[in-house]
Each structure stands twice: as structure tokens, then as C-alpha cells.
Nanobody, 124 residues
């Protein structure tokens, strides 16, 4: 089973930036679609962004468009989420995930492997 480990979260102020990283174990990372989700207590896990096998096609939630950028480096087995212009509403635990669907997916149920999450807190 693939292992995913997120890092890069922290406490920042409105308008600041963070770059989240997700390092995958094994040799299967490059064969998977990958994505980022986030979750706030009391709410469903929410899609943030996804990228396909080649790292060429991306998709974003509406709240992420224009502010967040997903990318991957298969040689480093690493997925990234660059987050700019952060808002208090972005406060959540952010998870990376992998799916066998090579183009990625917006549906959390399509992802079979999840990281432990990294906390992002944005204050005014």
C-alpha cells in the first residue's frame, strides 16, 4: 500500500502563502492520479485540487481557482499545493490522496490512499 506524508502546514495571516508537500513511498506514485482535499470539523471532506498521471491536466475547486496551484514531481515522488492569498476560510486539515484513476478525480470516494493531514490555520 502506498504511504503518503504531508508537510508544510502552519499558522499564517490573511494574504500569506504556504506550500504543502506530500511525499509518497514506493514506486507507484507516477502511475496514480493525485489530489488534495481539506476538512473542517463538522463538515464533509472537501475537494481542493487534482492532477493527472502526467502532471499536465489539473482541476480546482471554485474557491481554489486563481489562488492555489497543484503540481507533482514524479522523480521525487512528491505532490505540491501552492496556496496564495490565504483566507480564514481556508483553515482546515489538508490531505493528499491517491487514486487509481489516472486522470485524478474530484470525488473523495475515488481515492484509496490518504495521508495523515497537515493543519493550515489562517487568522486575520
Amino acid at each position: 500500500q502506498i504511504q503518503l506524508v504531508e508537510s508544510g502546514g502552519g499558522a499564517v495571516h490573511t494574504g500569506d502563502s504556504l506550500r504543502l508537500s506530500c511525499v509518497a513511498s514506493g514506486r507507484t506514485f507516477s502511475r496514480l492520479g493525485v489530489g488534495w482535499f481539506r476538512q473542517t470539523p463538522g463538515k464533509e471532506r472537501e475537494f481542493v485540487a487534482a492532477v493527472d498521471f502526467f502532471g499536465a491536466n489539473t482541476g480546482y475547486a471554485d474557491f481554489a481557482k486563481g489562488r492555489f496551484t497543484i503540481s507533482r514531481n514524479n522523480a521525487k515522488n512528491t505532490l505540491y499545493l501552492q496556496m496564495n492569498s490565504l483566507k480564514p476560510d481556508d483553515t482546515a486539515v489538508y490531505y493528499c490522496a491517491a487514486t487509481s484513476y489516472p486522470k485524478g478525480s474530484r470525488n473523495s470516494s475515488d481515492y484509496g490512499a490518504w495521508g495523515q493531514g497537515t493543519q493550515v490555520t489562517v487568522t486575520q
